[in-house]
């Protein structure tokens, strides 16, 4: 169950997840669940964006902790990536010849749906470009996943 920091006192049998507000408010509020490999399928033209325009989500906690709380900034990474092995690995590991996938979220600012990793990379890098596709919001419903 995911809770707010006001609900996160609640006492369950299930441990609640904490997400850090500053996700929460630049979140895409889809009211379903993603399903990557439907998102990778659409028919999307692939774009050169200037890097800065995403820039902002360095800042923004979008991934977990050991415990499944969603707290880490990719800023916190890039400056202690030994401290967060999973997430170094990753941003080591990606392969950015795939482009990212974006949106434009609820506040109108380009949103990672899929690569926040190998944008990462990217930016540690030095690139001021990055290969992208733009999902249009019109298309995102055909990437809900079918088992949730």
């Known amino acids: 169950m995911i809770q707010s920091p006001e609900s996160s006192s609640q006492a369950d049998t299930e441990r609640d997840i904490y997400v850090d ?20 399928a659409l028919d999307v033209p692939v774009e050169e964006m200037e890097i800065d325009e995403l820039l902002w ?12 709380d969603i707290v880490i900034t990719p800023n916190e990474v890039i400056q202690n990536a030994d401290q967060y092995p999973e997430h170094r690995d990753r941003i ?6 795939y482009p990212l996938d974006v949106m434009k979220n609820r506040r109108g600012k380009w949103l990672t749906l899929d690569g926040l990793h190998r944008f990462v990379q990217l930016v ?4 001021n470009t990055v290969q992208v596709r733009k999902i249009p ?3 995102i419903h055909l990437t809900a996943r079918d088992d949730v």
Request: hydrophobic share 35%; no cysteine.
């Open 57 to 68: 989500i360095l800042d923004v906690p979008f991934w977990e902790n050991e415990r499944g």
């Open 92 to 97: 080591n590991g990606g392969d950015t010849s």
């Open 21 to 40: 507000p500053r996700h929460t408010e630049h979140a895409f509020d889809l009211p379903f669940w993603r399903d990557n490999e439907k998102l990778w």
């Open 137 to 139: 919001p019109d298309l």
């Open 124 to 127: 540690l890098a030095g690139a």
